[in-house]
């Protein structure tokens, strides 16, 4: 802080430059600066979801039609001898175009994660916002469920479930929120207790503010950062966890199609048809790496306790 | 340290029926295995002489109690798949699965620990990025697919191990690699992102500035510093692994071990051997939890219990 | 002086913070950070509070404004208890006392602008909206000292004086009729400091305000206050006007603050009494005084007895065993 003083009466403010004035993809440009790898990274994301949302306008064929005379046929870039669209990434045994399904189980992949992370996000964020800001009782017993639920890993819980209700994308989106939304929880329930012992938030309290005035409109702004990093993240593992779950059987049902399911049914040609199982498991790796990315680039660029102070 | 130990196997047992309970409670409630165990043809007076057999006609708290009642003497019920006792036959399959994942273990600590720490020593170069990069990405590819792409390359391409089976070295060596990758990453990660924390503090500073060597202040002091967060990462990793997080490493292999027989309990509805793998999987981490607990006491003359 | 109404009144206030162990997290012992304080403050005026830090005058403020609830004993503002629902409900009390936080930045929200963190308590009460509020925020920043632009700035944009001014229009937006100073200036510039005393000096004047000055310096309490009270360890040791503490302070420790203040006058020197020996733990302490261990004047009978508060001259309190005088020494 440069000049702190000039006069008794009138206190002088420089006004910075005007920040403000930019427009907000420009703003939102220069967070990026210096670190052109979550840019990259950022854009790639933004391009597997805008191709999963218009999957139909974009994939070349059908995803579940078969061919059975152009089965097997290994990734080209020449047109087919029977026309149409070449066959980049090859197809499968069944003749179908491994590009679409790869477009179409992305679909599947990503709105498994994206659904699971928003509804264990929302729910456990409130829960672990509340659980924190009272303590009590409410704040044991929740913990005690934490302790539990981090001495048993998630992929046995979600199996668990997923063997008593049954497989299928409506199913396994329910088994992976169980095993979500805790961590969402005790990720802001560790947040609201550092900031319940603010002066920010006693400052509120001085003035009068309700609970749910200080919980959602100060304290939860002032956390998202963290959360948001922690959204990000989980929705990396929840499409780790989707893949793992169908690769093994247990996930989306064909003649529905994920990535980790395209892994799974291509194993068996792996010996002779090794564009069925390597294109899938690069598009998890490179959207999950994205993800990862992504959110650490959240994590160090919105920290707003990291950013304010000078 | 005595009365901390008992405190935390108590609070372990409490854990471990908590666990139980709820993975009881949620089979029999939600779960309905007769219809998978016998032909969609079955009349509905089989189904009934089936249910009446398993025991699942028994009101809920009966069937409750006398599975704690048979929790606490370990016998869990037998298999309804293999018809012997379920603990017996979960057991007989985690040997094979520590092989595999020890094997791994060290595979990932050999190659992680230098690694990280010459990253940490030469921050910011060419070598650092690269590691820290490499580690990332093999954090992020999944392990099946992982474990595929060695049998592509090393298997069938240069023929130099097997694609899968159980028994010698060369059948050993992909699948545990495979399950290195992700430890490996984590720990290249943590050694590191802690070495390099520890060597900017004061007191390697200060180390650095009486004279110390650099080889003594990384290991003689910056190492053992930083080795509760290793150890950490390092136990969490171990419980992962051992607690079925191997199962889809282990059908690429068609590796006889614990996550196999997972993915078969569940594909089966087997209820008993559910309920042995649970507990199992819940004495596992528990003790791992407790053992990486006292190893801090060790590393860190700051903490008592 | 005496015919002036007594706003605030304490009562043997105490608060006991449990410390937490075992696995049940049940309290092993207790940290009585304040121990039977009582006193009032009249209308208009200042009570400076004083003590090293950690002697719990910053929990008197707290309890005082019922931002924590007290172990035991009441607070009266305007004759009503304020820990009583019936009698003073907490939203009515909100707007009658307010607090000026020693790091006003560490108080706001930084991520809204100092229209909306002046704006805030008008917003909460329902008492302005729209052009109004921008109004009253205007007025408010320009009663500071401020210039009405700054309302668009965010915080981490000025300067420490400028923070604790916007702290302080925050802390005047209801019309509070009483408010808790915690350390006010300590976290400034030293060149701002005489500014924002000043400042709270004049909005006194202007508002008929009501101070509790709390403070680890007592030159800094001298300035504003018309009575000072010294804690020690949880409890209170001294309290007199202004005037009167500094020429016949009564108690050891008071002597200890007093002599420690640096006089401008290098020819004037002074013995200093140097405090020896360590501040007592406040967790479960023992019974006895609790400067016995580190007063020149110690008997017996202070390590086994706890003195009271008791009136040793007309309005001045003391809790000493020993009648010593050094109102002889001039400071």
């Given at each position: 802080m440069s000049q702190d003083i000039q006069t008794n009466a009138q206190i002088q403010i420089e006004l910075r430059e005007p920040e403000q004035n930019r427009n907000a993809f420009q703003r939102f440009l220069r967070r990026f600066s210096g670190n052109s790898l979550a840019?990259?990274?950022?854009?790639?994301?933004?391009?597997?979801?805008?191709?999963?949302?218009?999957?139909?306008?974009?994939?070349?064929?059908?995803?579940?039609?078969?061919?059975?005379?152009?089965?097997?046929?290994?990734?080209?870039?020449?047109?087919?001898?029977?026309?149409?669209?070449?066959?980049?990434?090859?197809?499968?045994?069944?003749?179908?175009?491994?590009?679409?399904?790869?477009?179409?189980?992305?679909?599947?992949?990503?709105?498994?994660?994206?659904?699971?992370?928003?509804?264990?996000?929302?729910?456990?964020?409130?829960?672990?916002?509340?659980?924190?800001?009272?303590?009590?009782?409410?704040?044991?017993?929740?913990?005690?469920?934490?302790?539990?639920?981090?001495?048993?890993?998630g992929l046995l819980v979600a199996l668990t479930f997923v063997m008593v209700l049954g497989p299928g994308q409506r199913n396994l989106t329910i088994a992976l929120l169980i095993v979500g939304w805790m961590i969402h929880a005790r990720m802001a329930r560790s947040q609201v207790l550092t900031a319940r012992e603010s002066t920010m938030v006693e400052s509120s309290r001085a003035i009068g503010c309700s609970m749910p005035r200080i919980l959602f409109g100060h304290i939860l702004p002032n956390v998202i950062s963290p959360l948001i990093t922690t959204y990000v993240l989980e929705m990396a593992h929840m499409i780790e966890a989707e893949a793992n779950m169908s690769f093994l059987g247990y996930g989306i049902q064909p003649p529905a199609s994920s990535w980790g399911l395209m892994i799974g049914e291509g194993r068996q040609y792996i010996t002779n048809a090794w564009w069925l199982v390597v294109f899938p498991g690069l598009i998890i790796g490179i959207t999950v790496l994205c993800l990862n990315l992504v959110g650490n680039w959240v994590r160090e660029e919105f920290d707003p306790l990291q950013k304010g102070r000078h | 340290m005595k009365r901390y130990i008992l405190m935390r196997l108590l609070y372990t047992v409490v854990v471990i029926l908590g666990v139980s309970i709820l993975v009881f409670v949620i089979t029999h409630v939600i779960g309905n295995p007769v219809n998978t165990?016998?032909?969609?043809?079955?009349?509905?007076?089989?189904?009934?002489?089936?249910?009446?057999?398993?025991?699942?006609?028994?009101?809920?708290?009966?069937?409750?109690?006398?599975?704690?009642?048979?929790?606490?003497?370990?016998?869990?019920?037998?298999?309804?798949?293999?018809?012997?006792?379920?603990?017996?036959?979960?057991?007989?399959?985690?040997?094979?699965?520590?092989?595999?994942?020890?094997?791994?273990?060290?595979?990932?600590?050999?190659?992680?620990?230098?690694?990280?720490?010459?990253?940490?020593?030469?921050?910011?170069?060419?070598?650092?990025?690269?590691?820290?990069?490499?580690?990332?990405?093999?954090?992020?590819?999944?392990?099946?697919?992982?474990?595929?792409?060695?049998?592509?390359?090393?298997?069938?391409?240069?023929?130099?191990?097997?694609?899968?089976?159980?028994?010698?070295?060369?059948?050993?060596?992909?699948?545990?690699?495979?399950?290195?990758?992700?430890?490996?990453?984590?720990?290249?990660?943590?050694?590191?992102?802690?070495?390099?924390?520890?060597?900017?503090?004061?007191?390697?500073?200060?180390?650095?500035?009486?004279?110390?060597?650099?080889?003594?202040?990384?290991?003689?002091?910056?190492?053992?510093?930083?080795?509760?967060?290793?150890?950490?990462?390092?136990?969490?990793?171990?419980?992962?692994?051992?607690?079925?997080?191997?199962?889809?490493?282990?059908?690429?292999?068609?590796?006889?071990?614990?996550?196999?027989?997972?993915?078969?309990?569940?594909?089966?509805?087997?209820?008993?051997?559910?309920?042995?793998?649970?507990?199992?999987?819940?004495?596992?981490?528990?003790?791992?939890?407790?053992?990486?607990?006292?190893?801090?006491?060790?590393?860190?003359?700051?903490?008592?219990? | 002086m005496t015919n002036a109404e007594d706003i605030i009144i304490v009562k043997n206030l105490i608060k006991h913070f449990p410390v937490r162990g075992g696995l049940m997290g049940k309290p092993t012992s207790w940290v009585h950070a304040v121990d039977d304080v009582s006193f009032t403050i009249k209308k208009g005026q200042t009570l400076g509070l004083v003590g090293e830090s950690g002697c719990g005058k910053t929990t008197v403020g707290r309890l005082v404004l019922n931002l924590i609830k007290p172990t035991g004993g009441e607070v009266y503002f305007e004759n009503k208890n304020i820990y009583d629902k019936k009698q003073c409900s907490e939203k009515e009390f909100r707007k009658c006392a307010q607090i000026i936080f020693q790091d006003a930045f560490s108080s706001f929200d930084i991520r809204k602008n100092v229209e909306s963190i002046v704006g805030e308590p008008l917003v909460v009460h329902g008492l302005a909206g729209g052009k109004e509020l921008k109004e009253r925020v205007a007025e408010l920043l320009r009663t500071v000292g401020l210039k009405p632009e700054i309302a668009r700035e965010y915080p981490h944009t000025l300067s420490s004086g400028q923070k604790q001014c916007v702290g302080i229009a925050r802390s005047l937006a209801l019309k509070p009729k009483f408010i808790v100073g915690d350390e006010p200036i300590s976290a400034l510039d030293v060149s701002v400091r005489a500014q924002v005393l000043n400042l709270m000096r004049d909005l006194q004047e202007k508002f008929n305000l009501t101070y509790l000055f709390i403070s680890h310096d007592i030159r800094v309490v001298q300035y504003l206050s018309n009575y000072i009270a010294v804690m020690y360890v949880g409890k209170m040791v001294e309290m007199a006007p202004t005037e009167e503490i500094f020429a016949h302070r009564l108690h050891p420790y008071t002597e200890a603050l007093l002599t420690a203040v640096p006089i401008e006058d290098p020819r004037l020197r002074r013995p200093r009494e140097i405090l020896q020996g360590e501040v007592p733990s406040p967790v479960d302490p023992p019974p006895g005084c609790r400067f016995y261990p580190r007063c020149h004047y110690a008997m017996k009978r202070c390590k086994e007895e706890d003195p009271q508060l008791v009136e040793k001259a007309p309005g001045h309190f003391a809790a000493c065993f020993a009648d010593f005088h050094s109102s002889e020494r001039i400071i």
């Amino acid at each position: 802080m440069s000049q702190d003083i000039q006069t008794n009466a009138q206190i002088q403010i420089e006004l910075r430059e005007p920040e403000q004035n930019r427009n907000a993809f420009q703003r939102f440009l220069r967070r990026f600066s210096g670190n052109s790898l979550a840019l990259i990274a950022f854009i790639v994301l933004m391009v597997i979801i805008a191709v999963s949302i218009f999957a139909p306008y974009i994939a070349p064929y059908d995803p579940a039609k078969s061919d059975i005379v152009h089965r097997l046929q290994p990734p080209s870039l020449a047109a087919p001898a029977k026309g149409g669209f070449p066959h980049i990434l090859g197809t499968d045994q069944q003749g179908r175009d491994v590009l679409s399904r790869l477009i179409y189980g992305g679909r599947v992949s990503m709105s498994v994660a994206f659904a699971v992370v928003a509804v264990a996000g929302a729910i456990g964020t409130v829960i672990g916002l509340i659980s924190g800001y009272f303590g009590g009782w409410v704040d044991l017993v929740f913990m005690r469920l934490v302790d539990i639920q981090s001495s048993f890993p998630g992929l046995l819980v979600a199996l668990t479930f997923v063997m008593v209700l049954g497989p299928g994308q409506r199913n396994l989106t329910i088994a992976l929120l169980i095993v979500g939304w805790m961590i969402h929880a005790r990720m802001a329930r560790s947040q609201v207790l550092t900031a319940r012992e603010s002066t920010m938030v006693e400052s509120s309290r001085a003035i009068g503010c309700s609970m749910p005035r200080i919980l959602f409109g100060h304290i939860l702004p002032n956390v998202i950062s963290p959360l948001i990093t922690t959204y990000v993240l989980e929705m990396a593992h929840m499409i780790e966890a989707e893949a793992n779950m169908s690769f093994l059987g247990y996930g989306i049902q064909p003649p529905a199609s994920s990535w980790g399911l395209m892994i799974g049914e291509g194993r068996q040609y792996i010996t002779n048809a090794w564009w069925l199982v390597v294109f899938p498991g690069l598009i998890i790796g490179i959207t999950v790496l994205c993800l990862n990315l992504v959110g650490n680039w959240v994590r160090e660029e919105f920290d707003p306790l990291q950013k304010g102070r000078h | 340290m005595k009365r901390y130990i008992l405190m935390r196997l108590l609070y372990t047992v409490v854990v471990i029926l908590g666990v139980s309970i709820l993975v009881f409670v949620i089979t029999h409630v939600i779960g309905n295995p007769v219809n998978t165990m016998l032909p969609l043809q079955a009349t509905d007076a089989e189904r009934a002489a089936l249910k009446h057999q398993l025991g699942l006609d028994k009101p809920l708290m009966v069937q409750l109690s006398e599975f704690l009642g048979g929790m606490f003497r370990l016998d869990f019920g037998k298999s309804w798949w293999q018809q012997v006792p379920a603990l017996g036959i979960v057991l007989h399959k985690i040997p094979a699965t520590l092989q595999l994942v020890a094997t791994a273990l060290v595979i990932a600590v050999v190659v992680a620990i230098p690694l990280g720490i010459i990253a940490a020593y030469k921050p910011g170069t060419l070598l650092d990025r690269i590691l820290t990069t490499t580690s990332l990405i093999g954090i992020c590819l999944p392990p099946f697919w992982v474990g595929l792409m060695f049998v592509l390359f090393f298997a069938v391409k240069l023929g130099w191990f097997y694609t899968s089976g159980y028994g010698t070295i060369r059948h050993l060596i992909l699948p545990a690699l495979t399950l290195s990758v992700v430890p490996m990453g984590h720990l290249a990660q943590i050694v590191r992102f802690s070495m390099a924390e520890q060597l900017n503090a004061q007191y390697s500073i200060t180390a650095r500035a009486k004279g110390a060597s650099d080889f003594a202040v990384l290991f003689a002091h910056a190492l053992k510093n930083a080795a509760t967060s290793i150890v950490t990462m390092g136990g969490m990793d171990l419980g992962r692994l051992l607690a079925g997080e191997t199962a889809a490493v282990e059908v690429v292999f068609g590796w006889p071990g614990f996550g196999t027989l997972i993915v078969d309990t569940i594909g089966r509805q087997d209820f008993p051997l559910l309920q042995a793998e649970v507990f199992l999987v819940a004495v596992i981490i528990c003790f791992i939890n407790l053992a990486v607990d006292i190893s801090y006491g060790y590393f860190d003359p700051r903490i008592r219990y | 002086m005496t015919n002036a109404e007594d706003i605030i009144i304490v009562k043997n206030l105490i608060k006991h913070f449990p410390v937490r162990g075992g696995l049940m997290g049940k309290p092993t012992s207790w940290v009585h950070a304040v121990d039977d304080v009582s006193f009032t403050i009249k209308k208009g005026q200042t009570l400076g509070l004083v003590g090293e830090s950690g002697c719990g005058k910053t929990t008197v403020g707290r309890l005082v404004l019922n931002l924590i609830k007290p172990t035991g004993g009441e607070v009266y503002f305007e004759n009503k208890n304020i820990y009583d629902k019936k009698q003073c409900s907490e939203k009515e009390f909100r707007k009658c006392a307010q607090i000026i936080f020693q790091d006003a930045f560490s108080s706001f929200d930084i991520r809204k602008n100092v229209e909306s963190i002046v704006g805030e308590p008008l917003v909460v009460h329902g008492l302005a909206g729209g052009k109004e509020l921008k109004e009253r925020v205007a007025e408010l920043l320009r009663t500071v000292g401020l210039k009405p632009e700054i309302a668009r700035e965010y915080p981490h944009t000025l300067s420490s004086g400028q923070k604790q001014c916007v702290g302080i229009a925050r802390s005047l937006a209801l019309k509070p009729k009483f408010i808790v100073g915690d350390e006010p200036i300590s976290a400034l510039d030293v060149s701002v400091r005489a500014q924002v005393l000043n400042l709270m000096r004049d909005l006194q004047e202007k508002f008929n305000l009501t101070y509790l000055f709390i403070s680890h310096d007592i030159r800094v309490v001298q300035y504003l206050s018309n009575y000072i009270a010294v804690m020690y360890v949880g409890k209170m040791v001294e309290m007199a006007p202004t005037e009167e503490i500094f020429a016949h302070r009564l108690h050891p420790y008071t002597e200890a603050l007093l002599t420690a203040v640096p006089i401008e006058d290098p020819r004037l020197r002074r013995p200093r009494e140097i405090l020896q020996g360590e501040v007592p733990s406040p967790v479960d302490p023992p019974p006895g005084c609790r400067f016995y261990p580190r007063c020149h004047y110690a008997m017996k009978r202070c390590k086994e007895e706890d003195p009271q508060l008791v009136e040793k001259a007309p309005g001045h309190f003391a809790a000493c065993f020993a009648d010593f005088h050094s109102s002889e020494r001039i400071i």
